[in-house]
């Protein structure tokens, strides 16, 4: 750790901030079911994808059917319950009275986020920035939205710990050379803990000193 450099903290949002991920898994399952049947799951093999990653390597070529998706996905996202995952919100207080560095990085465009900021007009208090599809070329599991963090704060990415839940968030944050905190809110935790630093279920019992202890 440089110890001239701030701490920042990096969450995902969708399963981390947010406990989204169920909902959107019943919504990109039946979008599967009428596109791609022959994935079981289809919501599990887009999960921690952009929407233009989703359409250009499962819909290329299908406008007509991205539009279609597009209009069903953003009535489904103005219709989302959003509700924290259990412990974020004293977790974030405590790093901000730590004085850690906090933003949501995110693979939700600002048309989704504006919804979250109308139902939680609390959620910019809690962080310093949120970096949005929009602000990054390449998405995860590339680490260009993680190094982008770092940049903002301008500090060093040993000096950031990165929250996520989904294997090409995970592996985006490794790449970026971050410690990674997975969530298993999406996937079961024996499938990811190989790939962190630690697992935690939520952030009830997590603390800005266990943190701390992964730098």
């Known amino acids: 750790m440089d110890k001239t450099k701030c701490v920042a903290a990096l969450?995902?949002?969708?399963g981390v901030v947010?406990?989204?991920?169920?909902?959107?898994?019943?919504f990109w399952n039946k979008v599967g079911k009428q596109y791609h049947p022959e994935y079981e799951e289809f919501g599990r093999v887009i999960k921690g994808q952009t929407l233009k990653q989703i359409y250009d390597r499962h819909?290329?070529?299908?406008?007509r059917e991205q539009a279609e998706i597009t209009d069903r996905l953003n009535r489904f996202e103005t219709e989302m319950k959003y509700e924290y995952v259990p412990g974020v919100e004293d977790f974030m207080r405590s790093l901000h009275a730590h004085g850690v560095k906090i933003a949501i990085v995110t693979s939700?465009?600002?048309k989704k986020m504006a919804n979250v900021y109308a139902t939680h007009p609390e959620l910019k208090g809690l962080v310093d920035r949120i970096l949005t599809a929009e602000m990054f070329r390449k998405s995860k599991p590339e680490p260009d939205c993680f190094l982008l963090g770092a940049e903002v704060f301008d500090t060093v990415p040993e000096n950031c710990v990165v929250f996520e839940d989904s294997f090409h968030g995970i592996q985006a944050g490794n790449a970026a050379g971050m410690a990674?905190?997975?969530?298993?809110?999406?996937?079961?935790?024996?499938?990811?803990q190989n790939q962190c630093a630690l697992v935690i279920p939520d952030f009830r019992h997590f603390t800005y000193e266990a943190m701390m202890n992964l730098l």
């Open 180 to 192: 990674v905190v997975g969530l298993s809110t999406t996937n079961p935790a024996e499938a990811i």
């Open 108 to 110: 939700s465009n600002e």
């Open 59 to 63: 819909f290329q070529g299908m406008e």
């Open 11 to 14: 969450f995902d949002f969708d």
């Open 18 to 26: 947010m406990d989204t991920e169920s909902q959107y898994s019943l």
